[in-house]
């Protein structure tokens, strides 16, 4: 049997399906602000689903609304859709913080598919660029930086001459134009957040840490950090899946 997962974000959504060996067979990626309507809805489910998808659905949601509309439209068609924060996660990952529901339904994924290293730091390209740390197997909590693309956006809506612009990761010097100098402050301020607060990490538990990437930068950003890193473009999904597989 095969089953269906999705992960909700403030920037895009991505529904999955997967085999029963928990293999990405399709997946689509959507604008979030953008696919909520009816018409849309039924469309993506009608592309994932048949007559060997299980009726159960998981996802995991940092946008409520967006989950309360997708959960409307399937209510009356057989399947039934759960949010991961309905299940006890704690039975997947000890979780040392004091309230869970400051904790991103994402970044709990994240850190349950990351456990398998013991000890890791997941960096998270997304709306924020998010640093979550698992140190012997325990969730012990992170840190939440800018996102790269909001901050761009940001900087240049507000501002009245400061341009839109795509980054470039070669930047040799400072910049002798407008889109240059934009480019340096974000290649060079990003290298030094990142690798300064991998660095006040590693430093404070005086450990190795195995440093995943994943997210809209995460192959951009990968060469300008000075430790080992592994891309994971599907590690959010893969903690969706143990979740599905484990509580489900």
């Excluded at 698992?134 to 969730?139: E, L, T």
């Excluded at 889109?179 to 990142?194: H, P, R, S, T, V």
Aim: glycine share 6%; proline share 1%.
């Amino acid at each position: 049997m095969q089953y269906i997962v999705g992960d909700i974000g403030n920037t895009s959504t991505r529904i999955c399906l997967l085999n029963k060996k928990s293999k990405i067979v399709k997946s689509i990626i959507l604008d979030t602000k953008k696919m909520f309507s009816n018409q849309d809805i039924k469309k993506i489910f009608k592309n994932l689903i048949n007559k060997n998808v299980k009726k159960e659905i998981l996802f995991s949601s940092v946008v409520p609304s967006a989950f309360k509309k997708i959960k409307h439209n399937l209510k009356g068609k057989k399947y039934k859709l759960y949010e991961i924060k309905q299940f006890n996660l704690k039975k997947l990952i000890k979780i040392n913080i004091k309230n869970l529901s400051q904790l991103g339904s994402d970044r709990i994924v994240n850190s349950i598919e990351g456990k398998k290293f013991r000890n890791c730091l997941i960096i998270d390209f997304g709306t924020a660029t998010t640093f979550d740390i698992i140190k012997n197997g325990v969730y012990e909590g992170g840190v939440i930086a800018p996102g790269v693309k909001l901050s761009m956006k940001n900087l240049s809506q507000s501002t009245a001459l400061l341009p839109m612009f795509n980054l470039k990761n070669k930047q040799k010097s400072y910049g002798k134009n407008t889109k240059d100098a934009l480019n340096a402050g974000f290649i060079w301020g990003y290298e030094g957040l990142i690798n300064n607060i991998i660095n006040k990490i590693t430093l404070k538990w005086k450990m190795n840490y195995k440093i995943i990437l994943t997210g809209g930068y995460a192959i951009f950003f990968k060469n300008i950090i000075k430790k080992k890193v592994l891309v994971d473009q599907n590690i959010t999904i893969k903690g969706i899946s143990k979740v599905y597989e484990k509580l489900l």
